[in-house]
């Protein structure tokens, strides 16, 4: 069975290399001078709106990378991050960050969308984020779904799925159609229903889930996902996700993210140049701190 594993996890990182070339980007040695080649400059983004999440979406993971956190010391908690984005339309600019604070908050709430929507609004002492924009690395859970659907988020847009407690926001957004109104759990085989959507919808529209290029990454995290999950003999039922993204070819994944991202070209400029200097200095001020208000719970 060791080697069976250790055969699934070489041919995995394997893949996760091979496919990270293959989507245009340079090496996964931090060690080395990157120039990573940008999808955007090998396939082209159809509008600026897409270039910008897929910028917001490439500061995300940025963000969470500059403080990666290993399976054996995570002081700070899991590897998850967001951007938060105002409501100026097509002048929007980003204006905060967080990272989950889980561990070292000692508090199970202060997920990184917690930290990054509580955080911004009482800097700014904002009752609501109406027609802000949330850019994340994963897909909320319950908790953290329903907080932006309170504060009036406008838009969410993330880079992974959560298999284990995602779909919320989806059912808050009162889109039949891209979720089922019953889930089987795979231990036990019995079926839980719910009656869909929620009675009352939040009015927010319809979230993004990835462009794309995410699309490609995302299936790659799941497949890797799929594989960890065998591998460590998760609970079918809780699930491993935080765990896996602990995990070594995953932090490769992340790391070329943020060499493509430092050394991306814009190519709507007029719409987009400015959003990425702010979204880069946000990513280099990540890199240089600690979260904003870290040891203090909301």
Not at 139 to 155: K, Y
Request: charged share 20%; aromatic share 14%.
């Amino acid at each position: 069975m060791n080697h069976f594993k250790k055969i699934f996890q070489t041919l995995l990182v394997i893949h996760l290399f091979l496919f990270a070339a293959c989507l245009g980007f340079q090496g996964l040695n931090a060690q080395e001078t990157r120039q990573a080649i940008p999808k955007s400059q090998i396939l082209g983004h159809a509008n600026w709106q897409e270039e910008r999440d897929y910028i917001g979406l490439m500061a995300a993971f940025s963000v969470v990378y500059t403080d990666w956190q290993t399976a054996d010391t995570h002081p700070r908690g899991y590897n998850i991050g967001c951007v938060l984005v105002n409501n100026g339309g097509e002048d929007a600019l980003p204006v905060y960050w967080a990272r989950n604070s889980v561990n070292f908050v000692n508090n199970k709430t202060q997920h990184g969308e917690v930290r990054t929507l509580m955080g911004y609004s009482f800097q700014e002492n904002l009752k609501d984020l109406t027609g802000y924009t949330l850019y994340g690395t994963l897909e909320p859970c319950a908790q953290c779904s329903g907080m932006a659907a309170m504060l009036g988020i406008d838009r969410v847009v993330w880079g992974q799925d959560d298999r284990e407690y995602g779909g919320t926001m989806v059912r808050l957004n009162g889109d039949k159609d891209r979720i089922s109104p019953c889930v089987t759990l795979e231990s036990t085989q019995t079926e839980y229903c719910w009656e869909q959507p929620f009675p009352k919808t939040t009015g927010f529209t319809q979230p993004i889930q990835i462009t794309a290029f995410w699309d490609n990454f995302g299936l790659l995290l799941e497949e890797g996902y799929q594989i960890y999950k065998v591998q460590q003999k998760c609970d079918p039922e809780r699930g491993c996700m935080v765990d896996y993204l602990y995990w070594g070819p995953v932090r490769s994944l992340f790391e070329d993210i943020y060499g493509t991202f430092i050394h991306y070209t814009v190519q709507y400029e007029t719409e987009n140049q400015e959003f990425y200097d702010k979204a880069k200095g946000l990513v280099t001020e990540a890199g240089q701190s600690h979260d904003r208000n870290l040891g203090v719970a909301f």
